[in-house]
């Protein structure tokens, strides 16, 4: 079975500064992705950022890019820039090429953004 | 238009009675999840169904039984609710569970309390 751990339960940071959430995974498969979803007050969750395994290419949206290293299990979500409105729950997802068994979640890592 | 929409948002109920929450995309995805949200935030999966087959039925109490009666619907029916039920079911839809990887779409959850 695969797990995902995010070792920081919260974190906070000022405005404008830039922040790295830290996830790591366990699996022996070869064929995966990797999520990063935001789940703000308002409970909805909002995907941030997908890396597929097979690129080596570190995914990047906007002020959120992620630092992919696939040898060591490691997938950390940097947010450059940061804004009052991203505030929320972060969670590190993992999914199994073929998708059959649905997303894996770490326990996320609540970010704070002070004014 | 919402994408994934699931009713009620909000449900309080005695112990030991039996409710339903309801859950519709009108994506045309093929794939349709139920996850539980517990108090400490974790999101842990309980069904998949593809095409109306059931793909994951996760370590659930056989209570919760879920119902597709059509691509477009999953529903969620919980029978004599217990105090440890209480938590946010989320519904999420994908497009193609075969090929994998494929980014779900949340709805905005349901909080279910249970006195």
């Known amino acids: 079975a695969q797990t995902v751990t995010q070792s920081q339960p919260e974190m906070s940071v000022q405005e404008a500064e830039t922040v790295t959430l830290s996830c790591t995974y366990d699996?022996?498969?070869?064929?995966?992705?990797l999520f990063w979803y935001k789940q703000p007050p308002s409970r909805q969750m909002i995907l941030v950022i997908r890396q597929e395994a097979y690129k080596q290419q570190n995914a990047t949206e906007n002020r959120f890019s992620v630092n992919f290293q696939k040898a060591a299990k490691s997938f950390s979500l940097k947010i450059s820039d940061s804004q009052l409105g991203d505030t929320a729950m972060y969670f590190c997802?993992?999914?199994?090429?073929?998708?059959?068994?649905?997303?894996?979640f770490g326990k996320g890592t609540h970010l704070i953004i002070q004014p | 238009d919402t994408a994934v929409s699931q009713t009620p948002k909000y449900l309080v109920t005695q112990m030991g009675n039996d409710k339903s929450i309801k859950c519709e995309q009108n994506?045309?995805?093929?794939?349709m999840y139920w996850y539980k949200q517990d108090s400490k935030k974790f999101l842990k999966i309980m069904f998949s169904?593809?095409?109306?087959?059931?793909?994951i039925n996760e370590t659930v109490p056989n209570r919760f039984s879920p119902k597709s009666p059509d691509k477009a619907h999953l529903n969620l029916h919980i029978n004599s609710l217990e105090l440890g039920d209480s938590a946010v079911y989320f519904c999420a839809s994908s497009q193609d569970l075969v090929q994998g990887g494929e980014k779900l779409f949340f709805g905005s959850g349901t909080q279910l309390s249970v006195l």
């Open positions: 169904y593809n095409n109306k087959e059931l793909i």
């Open positions: 997802a993992f999914m199994m090429g073929g998708g059959a068994d649905g997303l894996t």
């Open positions: 699996t022996s498969e070869n064929n995966y992705y």
């Open positions: 994506l045309g995805h093929d794939t």
